[in-house]
């Protein structure tokens, strides 16, 4: 065998390797945005059923208002980070809305007749649901966005992935104030 077919045969095997990194990097960059589309589609319907819950919310808490406007302003947070695709800001704005809707189920515990609302029970049950199916995508996401990541360091893929301009993505984060303990004490006393 000569030494220029050895040689074409290793380029042949190095460029087959390099189409097998590329199309593995591919499919991690399109996982992510996958992810990111599922919580996107969660925090769109989440969106659209908080105004009703704040309508269901208003019927019976006249002096209530500060809460429904902290959770309607966190609401609309999540959406413009979200529609801005802004990882760091929509962690951040999650954090807050996920401490207001806190603290509306909470004051709500204050009227028996909102509790016992068929419509509110409903959506609530919807908007917890929603939380946690939005919780298990964020964990999904992070988990796509960590093995891009390490992927796109690794050698010999980096060297693929600088070359056809692959790159890391951000992961979702929560905010200090969200991973401190909860002060239960606080929360019966609002």
């Known amino acids: 065998m000569s030494g220029g077919l050895v040689l074409l045969i290793l380029l042949a095997l190095v460029a087959v390797y390099g189409v097998f990194i590329f199309n593995q990097l591919v499919t991690l960059k399109h996982n992510v945005g996958k992810a990111w589309a599922n ?27 500060e809460t429904l406007e902290q959770v309607m302003l966190a609401r609309n947070s999540v959406a413009s980070a979200r529609e801005a695709h802004n990882i760091p800001a929509l ?22 007749e909102l ?9 609530q049950a919807r908007i917890t649901g929603l939380e946690n199916s939005i919780a298990d995508r964020r ?33 979702l984060r929560f905010a200090a104030e969200e991973k401190q303990d909860v002060n239960i004490k606080q929360l019966f006393n609002q």
Not at 115 to 123: G, M, V
């Open 139 to 171: 964990e999904f996401y992070n988990d796509s966005v960590n093995v891009n990541n390490v992927r796109v360091e690794q050698f010999p893929d980096t060297l693929v992935a600088r070359l056809f301009g692959f790159g890391q993505f951000s992961l």
């Open 91 to 112: 962690g951040q704005a999650e954090g807050a809305l996920r401490l207001g809707l806190g603290n509306l189920f909470a004051v709500a515990e204050a009227y028996p």
């Open 39 to 65: 919580i996107d589609i969660l925090l769109k319907q989440r969106h659209d059923e908080l105004p009703k819950l704040v309508e269901t919310c208003k019927q019976y808490m006249q002096f209530e208002q």
């Open 115 to 123: 509790k016992t609302n068929e419509t509110f029970l409903h959506l």
